[in-house]
């Protein structure tokens, strides 16, 4: 899936699995505060997976 993302140019392509992996599980092992919050600490996590567009 990734490597398909990469492909697509929605995915950075500097970025690895074991990025993702690693980026995911410190998100889930994190408590917020609300829903508020962590569904922007998610979307700040999505963002910096899309490349720099110039």
Not at 16 to 23: P, Q, T, W, Y
Request: charged content about 35%; proline content about 2%.
């Amino acid at each position: 899936m990734l490597k398909r993302a990469q492909a697509a140019g929605v995915v950075r392509e500097d970025t690895e699995i074991g990025d993702v992996v690693r980026m995911i599980s410190g998100i889930a092992s994190v408590a917020f505060d609300d829903d508020a919050q962590r569904d922007r600490v998610i979307d700040l996590a999505v963002d910096g997976l899309r490349p720099v567009r110039q």
